[in-house]
């Protein structure tokens, strides 16, 4: 089981439809996926359709009073589980901040997953923040994909996600961590500023960057409020089509080629 984590530290990037949809989409093509939604304001959580329950969430595992594999549900799609999330989370900031190994408490807790062979996939939401859920989340990836809005704005705060990369890699809590690829979001192929921040990203992270790019698109807005990924909401439309073309580049790079439909 590979852990990859879905971070930017700044919100509205579409962080959060891209762990819902790159998640389903890798269902679709056949792989098992663990959906853990670490941000305590549950937007994962009610995005496919779940109540955000204080019971159901990490809360407890991160405290060492539960154990991970209780907390995992299925959803209405085959092959995605999801480990749910509630408000209850933001408390354990506090808690896990007193902690010495907050940075290594959750790594712990998946690393003990991965010999049951229950999924090739874990897929981490980070909260849109660099607090101690986010950092640990960080920590217990393998591999991190950074959603990027189309803006200038967006590329600031690249600049900065990049360097707590760097800082926890030095830290030793995950040495090993990489940059697995940058994903634009909400682009717009009409507007110069979104071709002038594809070019941008392009040019430092040639390697990182997605070559395919999420559109913006109502639809996708939708989804969320019904409780459904986009292949639900609108199967057929552009969005769709563009998240199962991320999936498919993303085990391309896992050295699964050529995924199709199951």
Known sequence: MKVIAIGNQKGGVGKTTTAIN?????????????????????????????????????????????????????????????????????????ELARAEDHLTRLRGFLQGLKPNDLFEY?????????????????????EVIIPLQCEWFGLEGLAKIVHVLEQIRESGA??????EGIVMTMYDARTNLARQVVKEVSNYFPNEMYKTFIPRSIKLGEAPSHGKTIFEHDSSGLASQAYLALAQEFLARHGVANAQFV
């Open 122 to 142: 874990c897929i981490l939401d980070t909260p849109p923040s660099l607090g101690v859920l986010m950092t640990s989340a960080l920590a217990a990836a393998d």
């Open 174 to 179: 995950s040495p090993d961590l990489k940059l």
């Open 22 to 94: 790159l998640s389903a989409a890798l269902t679709l093509l056949g792989q098992r996926v663990l959906l853990i939604d670490l941000d305590p304001q549950a937007n994962t959580t009610s995005g496919i359709g779940l109540e955000a329950d204080g019971e159901a969430s990490l809360y407890p595992v991160l405290l060492g009073n539960a154990d991970i594999r209780e907390k995992i549900q299925e959803s209405r799609m085959p092959r995605l589980s999801i480990i749910p999330s509630a408000m209850d989370l933001a408390g354990v900031e506090i």
